[in-house]
């Protein structure tokens, strides 16, 4: 079974900076989207970016101008690249990859962002 493994949590000052990774443990076939969402406590999970196969992107509102989204050469690794964070942008960030092939989504197991001073 593939699993997704995310990296690059954890806890940073308003204003600073975290890149989020993730990538599978294995071979996934006609993966066509891969995404970052996010759930923070007692709301629902809500996408922050999301990348195509064709390289196109779309982000939330709340955090377009401060993240970024981005693959690796190969199409394997997803990266989130957080900017001016704020601590509104504090919770749990799953990884999301779609398979237009298999019919499935996989997710990661979650990695907390917590922006504090």
């Known amino acids: 079974q593939v699993q997704l493994v995310e990296s690059g949590g954890g806890l940073v000052q308003p204003g600073g900076s975290l890149r989020l990774s993730c990538a599978p443990s294995g071979t996934i076939f006609g993966v066509n989207t891969m995404g970052w969402y996010r759930q923070a406590p007692g709301k629902q999970r809500e996408l922050v970016a999301a990348i195509s196969s064709g390289a196109r992107t779309n ?15 190969a199409w394997n690794t997803v990266y989130l690249q957080m900017n001016s964070l704020k601590a ?17 989504d996989y997710w990661g197991q979650g990695t907390q962002v917590t922006v504090s001073s």
Request: hydrophobic share 30%; charged share 20%; net charge negative.
């Open 59 to 73: 982000y939330a509102d709340s955090v377009k101008g401060r993240f970024t989204i981005s693959t690796d050469n």
């Open 88 to 104: 509104e942008d504090t919770a749990v960030y799953y990884c999301n990859v779609h398979s237009v092939v298999l019919s499935r």
